[in-house]
């Protein structure tokens, strides 16, 4: 920790492959959260120009951040954020991976597959909402289905297209189609091109979510509780009961128990 004179912030930063999501806490509190859009090719001082000038907004000063998490899904953007934190804001991020300690005990086939995100989401998703089992869902770049059983083990999941790379696909492949609104129509039965693709895209996958909930249920447990996360967790829960808890920000929350858990 530096600057032991001055607020102690830590600064959480989940890499996805389509946003990267920044949240910044004051202790348990989470101040701020920014999302910024990934860039591959962005370099470190460029990514550093954008999260300084969010920074200032929230009248935050670089010297205010004692402490950085690091969690990413994009192996190449860890050396840019790990640059970011340490020639910016003075610190050196603890980033999340294997030998990282969780708590969560993973019985995944391969454990070294299960992306930073997903063991976050689990561990704050333990932390806040349990007791266990649980059954996260991550509407993201990806649909994705995590199980967590009544031990507070992680078992595994499933993955779909999130609602963003089915949409895009369908428009960049489909010539008489167009990109819509992502919002719920009027009735199930489009009477419009507008209207059909909506109620494809947003009631069919609810229906998956539906669906994939109470096959994962049959294998929980139906006491099993449910928790939506991610940037289209909020549109869903509009328009189905299946969440029990809906926390956008779980995967901060993780990451931000994990340091804790490390800090030591």
Request: charged share 20%; hydrophobic share 45%.
């Amino acid at each position: 920790m530096k600057n032991a004179g001055l607020t102690s912030m830590l600064l959480a930063i989940d890499v996805g492959n389509t946003t990267i999501t920044a949240g910044l806490f004051d202790g348990e509190r989470l101040q701020a959260t920014w999302r910024i859009a990934t860039e591959h090719q962005r370099l470190a001082d460029e990514y550093a120009v954008i999260l300084l000038g969010l920074l200032d907004v929230e009248g935050v000063r670089a010297e205010e951040i004692s402490d950085a998490v690091l969690g990413s899904g994009v192996p190449d953007l860890v050396p840019v954020f790990e640059a970011l934190c340490q020639r910016r804001l003075g610190v050196r991020p603890l980033v999340v991976g294997t030998g990282t300690r969780t708590g969560v005990r993973i019985l995944y086939d391969s454990p070294r597959d299960v992306g930073a995100d997903r063991v976050a989401d689990v561990v704050a998703a333990v932390k806040r909402h349990g007791p266990p089992p649980l059954i996260i869902v991550d509407l993201g770049t990806g649909l994705v289905f995590d199980a967590v059983s009544a031990e507070g083990d992680y078992l595994g999941g499933a993955i779909a297209p999130g609602i963003g790379i089915a949409s895009g696909a369908l428009f960049e492949r489909a010539a008489k189609l167009y990109p819509v609104e992502l919002t719920k129509p009027p009735n199930v039965i489009g009477k419009n091109t507008v209207a059909a693709i909506q109620s494809g895209l947003v009631f069919g996958y609810v229906a998956l979510i539906e669906g994939m909930v109470a096959r994962f249920k049959q294998e929980l447990g139906a006491q099993a509780k449910v928790i939506g996360t991610g940037g289209w967790a909020e549109l869903f829960a509009r328009e189905t009961d299946v969440f029990d808890v809906v926390d956008p920000d779980l995967t901060l929350h993780g990451l931000r128990l994990i340091y804790e858990a490390n800090r030591e």
